[in-house]
């Protein structure tokens, strides 16, 4: 424990950084929970105006389209700008998002504000694991990145309490001001150390590591920096075609495609968006839906900052695993509930079945949600961290639009519980996946996690995992 507090006191200004952009990751939360109350609105009774089931449909899955967009910006900022601007920039699209909202009369509105949140959505996803990786230490690096994870339930649940109580105008201009607040804030950040030791600026890069780490003696710390960059640094498009070519950087862009394809086929972003109607058809009476949707928003933030605690304590593959058998019980028991309500059992005696599952579905944000991003922030060299983001996002961005836009169809075709019970499948492949591909990188220098992954045998590669941990404990 008494390491715990050192940390978070030395480090203070990772942890400062973080949080400033947890501003922007609760702005996109919002804009994520925004769907759940304002489509049951929308679709209901007395709405503000009127939308389809169709245009509902839409209007929940243009914001992973969007995010198919945003991953090519950017990985393209991260190439010409670096992991830090890229990042600021990542609010400028949510920042028109909720102008549209605030002015929104017609389907036609909503379709372009959901565009522009899923563009940020998309470039949020490929900026800031790399920019957290580039300016914290390995004892902290999975809990910062947690705690930016962590401000998209945070905002979804501020985005759950909101939409019940206020008109859409009211809730664009709160969320529009937090926006602004993040914009107005994070310029004020210094660049990281690897972005200047990439522009032979060694003197600012001695600055933002003294910064940064707040140690009075920077040489070893810039020296690692500057092992990593000329150790990973292809200086041609061919000398990095070549690197792509490479084992090892083939099984790390592997990885993360099955990884945030798992995430998004989980059910991620339909349950989220459609919990208040998923909570009505399930005929739950004795809660308001919407105060289920409150209540499994807030236990999300509860997981959420336990998986951060947990990250660099426990590991990255145990929190994938645990959260993988949470999310797949959850997603049978959800099942199950549609199951028995088809057969005509008694509402009444089965509101506990959904709420349970709901709940035991929190924990996706325990493992499920922070270790990609907390990977792909560590495995690949300086010279492939924009191509990996792209990845990491674009794969992210299609699997999330394939899920919503297919959730309404297929529970047309077939009804809820088999949906359910076909992300409970693709889920339980993900937890076996977890358990026996995915590296353990907690605790591990950038430097020592390339090494790792230079060993192709599993056996090996175990070893120097052990090998590293021990070297670890005993500095």
């Not at 790390?252 to 991620?268: D, K, W």
């Not at 509860?302 to 695993?321: E, H, K, S």
């Not at 059992?345 to 349970?356: A, G, K, Q």
Request: charged residues 15%; proline residues 5%.
């Amino acid at each position: 424990m008494t390491k715990i507090f050192e940390a978070l006191f030395r480090l203070w200004p990772q942890w400062l950084a973080a949080l400033i952009v947890s501003l922007l990751s609760i702005s996109i939360g919002i804009a994520l929970g925004w769907t759940s109350p304002y489509l049951a609105q929308l679709t209901g009774e007395n709405p503000p105006f009127r939308v389809t089931d169709e245009e509902g449909s839409w209007i929940a899955s243009l914001l992973p389209l969007g995010r198919v967009l945003g991953a090519v910006i950017g990985s393209l900022t991260l190439e010409y700008v670096g992991s830090k601007m890229s990042v600021l920039l990542t609010g400028l699209p949510m920042i028109f998002s909720w102008i549209c909202i605030i002015c929104a009369t017609s389907p036609i509105w909503l379709y372009v504000s959901r565009i522009f949140s899923g563009i940020s959505t998309g470039m949020i996803t490929s900026c800031y694991p790399l920019y957290v990786g580039e300016i914290s230490a390995p004892s902290i690096r999975g809990a910062l990145v947690s705690l930016i994870i962590n401000g998209f339930p945070i905002g979804t649940l501020i985005g759950n309490i909101m939409g019940p109580s206020m008109p859409m105008m009211y809730f664009g201009i709160i969320s529009l001001i937090i926006t602004l607040c993040y914009m107005a804030i994070f310029p004020f950040l210094p660049q990281s150390p690897y972005y200047y030791v990439q522009r032979n600026d060694t003197k600012r890069a001695e600055q933002a590591i003294r910064w940064y780490y707040r140690k009075p003696d920077v040489r070893s710390e810039l020296e690692t920096v500057e092992q990593f960059v000329k150790s990973t640094n292809a200086m041609t498009i061919r000398e990095r075609l070549e690197q792509l070519q490479e084992p090892k950087n083939r099984r790390s862009f592997i990885m993360i495609i099955l990884l945030f394809m798992f995430m998004q086929l989980s059910g991620l972003n339909t349950i989220t968006f459609y919990m208040e109607i998923i909570v009505r058809k399930a005929m739950v009476t004795s809660i308001t839906p919407s105060t289920v949707v409150i209540i499994i928003s807030a236990i999300c933030i509860i997981v959420g900052w336990a998986g951060a605690f947990a990250i660099d304590r426990c590991g990255r593959r145990i929190l994938l695993a645990i959260s993988s058998f949470s999310v797949m019980v959850s997603m049978i028991l959800l099942g199950l509930h549609f199951f028995l309500l088809d057969y005509d059992y008694d509402p009444d005696n089965l509101e506990w079945l959904v709420i349970l599952s709901l709940v035991l579905f929190a924990l996706i944000t325990f493992g499920f949600t922070p270790v990609p991003s907390t990977i792909l922030s560590e495995i690949f060299p300086s010279n492939l961290k924009s191509v990996a983001g792209f990845v990491g996002s674009i794969s992210s961005a299609i699997f999330a639009f394939v899920a919503s836009r297919t959730y309404q169809p297929l529970i047309d075709l077939t009804s809820e519980k088999y949906v359910f019970w076909i992300y409970a499948a693709i889920i339980m492949i993900s937890l076996i996946y977890s358990l026996t591909m995915v590296p353990e990188t907690q605790g591990k220098t950038l430097q020592e996690i390339q090494d790792m992954l230079a060993t192709r045998n599993p056996t090996e590669r175990l070893q120097q995992e052990i090998r590293v941990e021990t070297e670890n404990t005993r500095t």
